[in-house]
């Protein structure tokens, strides 16, 4: 159901609620008729903190215009009249409101939905009768509102107490006060003659023996009723710290998780928005407890009774006092996390945002936050507390920043959009560790105060690990470190430590996740693929996914040596294929076209079951960022023999002269993908469009990829193709001579029977010869 429909049944505080996100800022009359509209655009996709996505913002402001305006022109009637024209009104207002700052209406509309999507989330939870229904996450949420209430319960009860409790002192002060006055008045009857103190003197010593009675009475009641106050102050100083446990240990460590895991591609944290209510709500509470402590303890000053109590006061307020520290202190986090590969002298951005700042008022004094770059040896010495004497490890150029409250939000948050890395010092490093596999972190510190100067604190927060590079070369073993550590971290571990060796599933998870977020695409690696990727790793032959489910993979194996008879490591093999999938195969791979995992030997045991011209695409085993076309044809040299053809592999270099759908179309004797597809059944929708006819007496030139042993004459001399050699290598090679192509040896083969583009010539180079060639003597050579 939408959002908006589940909104607008609210009730009571949760409608005021809804009804105060709208303003002149956004009118609430906007959401109810673009509703639809609204809650159907990619706000989320939108990068805030990112200046470059103004553009994004702009189009979609333009878009809430122009369907403001639509919906005005659709107006009829008496009453469409004066909704035609308010809509109309909002239309320019919101024009004018955001034209120059359209990030700052995505922030706004952001802001609204997580508002009305955690408020009906809420509204479900208390109301409905299907408790059993409920997922796991919404009783976790429920539990928490829950304990809130509890909260709110005890405290307003602290709070009657607390006012009872001033009320019968000061009564009883004033009782006080009488009996003193009774006291100086029997004090004066030394003056009076005898006759007269007898007089009066037993009617006062009736009064003050009364009154000090009572007052004895009296003492003792205020004395039960600071102790039953402070055992109520206990109670719920021990309720507010299992509750920030909750939140703090528990959610907020799991959206930190989250967000690591989010740097190896996995689901977004989520926003903070729910996180941020909790703590400004813990907050709140604890203040108000801290202010009732506070005023308890002034009553005993102002009436001291002999007793525990004042014991007790001094430790509920060094509990509240610790409680409000570990909260401050705990929600000073890094709501977007530097890049964690960064290559010096280039411009990076970070956020860091106080969850309670807006509720503590720290924004009336906004604090500034430094950045600086450390060690994995110095984050572990300020963990420990340790003295740092302020060291660095690098100078991080633009590196302070001011805290800004946004309104509209309630959010108090600095984002640094500017900083540079200018200069990197390493340490030692240990055995075979490179200076891709060294860690580093940004330390973000601050100092604010709260309540008037009344509580000071210094927070300080890390970012995740970072491994800085100062060349692009370093980008793929700096990224294999990150992924390790993002997905192997162990909550509250000593910075950085983690795992040398992984079960192998575990890994797989890994990979896995980081290849369909690389890739952008649903299809992720399946069992098939697993069991390929741990043949390669483990240098195994079994296809029995069963045997490798207790198997690990070290560090080592994973990114330190070699694979065997290869010059590269089994992340750099499967980071190459990510690479090209990304870049030129995303879409192939997302119809399934693309097998891809599959070694030499499983091709032609697949392909020669099937007629000739059946072909499949699998990434070369012997080159990084390397795919292949494997086909089964006749064996040219010996009749009625078939045999498995292994093209040269494409890489990035060949796609961006020629697509891969376009050299599949170029190859005639490639017809049905595996198992039975018809090529242009699956790849005609991307293939290239015809060049169009001349103009002004000129021909375009078309390149067209050919493989010699399969070429075919061109049926068509006038469309002047320009052709691209690739050689072909079969499971058992037969040089064949072809009057237009040179005659091949086995000698251009590699190890694996591939053959070697670069023994041969530059496609490059060979297209520019061809296009410079006259066409006549092109064609002329040709047919002789």
Not at 29 to 57: C, M, T
Not at 265 to 276: A, R, S, T, V, Y
Not at 284 to 309: C, S, V
Not at 574 to 585: A, C, N, S
Request: hydrophobic content about 35%; aromatic content about 8%; some cysteine.
């Amino acid at each position: 159901m939408a959002v908006w429909i589940q909104a607008q049944q609210l009730q009571g505080d949760a409608l005021h609620q809804m009804q105060s996100l709208y303003g002149q800022h956004f009118p609430i009359e906007v959401r109810h008729y673009l509703s639809q509209w609204i809650e159907g655009q990619l706000w989320d996709a939108i990068d805030l903190e990112n200046p470059q996505e103004e553009f994004k913002a702009k189009r979609l402001l333009d878009s809430l215009i122009q369907e403001l305006q639509k919906k005005a022109e659709h107006q009829v009637g008496e009453d469409g009249f004066l909704l035609k024209i308010k809509l109309g009104h909002y239309a320019s207002q919101l024009k004018s409101t955001y034209d120059r700052c359209p990030l700052e209406l995505v922030r706004c509309i952001k802001h609204i939905l997580y508002t009305e999507q955690r408020l009906v989330r809420e509204a479900n939870n208390s109301s409905s009768p299907l408790g059993g229904m409920i997922d796991s996450m919404s009783q976790k949420y429920q539990q928490i509102n829950q304990a809130f209430e509890e909260l709110r319960i005890l405290t307003q009860d602290t709070e009657n107490d607390l006012r009872k409790l001033q009320h019968n002192q000061e009564y009883f002060i004033i009782q006080y006060q009488e009996s003193l006055r009774i006291q100086a008045q029997l004090t004066s009857l030394a003056t009076l003659p005898p006759a007269d103190r007898q007089l009066r003197e037993p009617s006062l010593l009736s009064k003050r023996a009364t009154v000090e009675a009572w007052l004895t009475r009296e003492a003792n009641t205020l004395q039960k009723y600071r102790l039953g106050l402070a055992e109520k102050h206990q109670k719920t100083l021990a309720l507010l710290r299992k509750q920030q446990t909750v939140i703090l240990d528990d959610e907020l460590i799991q959206w930190k998780r989250r967000q690591q895991l989010a740097g190896n591609g996995g689901p977004p944290e989520g926003g903070l928005d729910i996180l941020q209510s909790w703590c400004e709500k813990l907050a709140e509470t604890i203040w108000q407890n801290r202010q009732q402590i506070r005023r308890a303890e002034h009553l005993r000053q102002q009436l001291p009774i002999p007793g525990p109590i004042e014991e007790l006061l001094n430790d509920l307020n060094s509990t509240i006092t610790d409680i409000i520290s570990t909260l401050v202190t705990s929600t000073f986090i890094i709501e977007k996390q530097p890049p964690q590969v960064l290559k010096t002298q280039t411009k990076f951005a970070a956020t860091v945002r106080l969850l309670v700042g807006g509720k503590l008022n720290v924004h009336m004094n906004p604090p500034q936050v430094k950045a600086t770059i450390i060690s994995e040896q110095q984050a572990k010495a300020l963990l420990k507390n340790e003295n740092t004497r302020n060291d660095s490890s690098g100078e991080i150029l633009n590196n302070n920043c001011v805290m800004e409250y946004h309104q509209t939000t309630g959010t108090l948050s600095a984002h640094f959009r500017n900083m540079s890395l200018k200069r990197i010092k390493r340490s030692d490093r240990r055995g075979a560790e490179s200076v891709t596999e060294e860690k580093f972190t940004i330390l973000f510190e601050s100092q604010f105060s709260v309540g008037g100067n009344e509580l000071v604190f210094q927070v300080k927060t890390l970012s995740l690990p970072v491994v800085v590079i100062v060349h692009g070369s370093q980008d793929n073993n700096a990224t294999a470190t990150v992924l390790w550590d993002n997905a192997f971290a162990e909550p509250g571990r000593v910075p950085f430590i983690v795992p040398d060796k992984v079960l192998w599933p575990q890994l797989c998870d890994a990979l896995n996740m980081k290849y369909r977020a690389e890739v952008q695409s649903n299809r992720g690696l399946s069992e098939e693929n697993l069991v390929f990727l741990a043949q390669k790793a483990f240098s195994s032959s079994s296809s029995n996914p069963e045997d490798y489910r207790s198997m690990t993979m070290t560090w080592s194996q994973f990114n330190r040596e070699s694979l065997p008879g290869r010059n590269f490591t089994f992340w750099q093999w499967f980071d190459g294929v990510m690479e090209l999938t990304k870049k030129h195969l995303k879409p192939h791979w997302n119809d399934g076209a693309i097998l891809g995992f599959v070694n030499k030997q499983q091709a032609q045991d697949m392909l020669m079951s099937k007629p000739n011209g059946t072909f499949l695409l699998r990434f070369s085993d012997s080159e990084i960022g390397g795919i292949t076309i494997a086909w089964v044809a006749e064996n040219p040299n010996k009749a009625g023999e078939r045999m498995v053809w292994n093209l040269m592999p494409y890489t990035t270099k060949d796609f961006s002269i020629r697509s891969l759908s376009d050299r599949i179309s170029d190859l005639n004797h490639l017809l049905f993908l595996y198992p039975d597809r018809p090529k242009d059944e699956v790849f005609s929708k991307y293939y290239t469009p015809p060049l169009s006819k001349a103009v002004d007496g000129y021909v375009k030139p078309q390149i067209k990829q050919v493989v010699p042993e399969f070429a075919t004459p061109n049926p068509d001399p006038a469309a002047n193709p320009t052709y691209m050699d690739h050689a072909a290598s079969p499971a058992v090679s037969h040089p064949s001579n072809y009057g237009i192509y040179p005659a091949m040896s086995d000698s251009m083969l590699d190890n694996d029977g591939d053959f070697d583009l670069d023994d041969t010539m530059d496609v490059a180079r060979h297209v520019e010869e061809l296009l410079r060639r006259p066409m006549d003597g092109q064609w002329s050579g040709q047919q002789s």
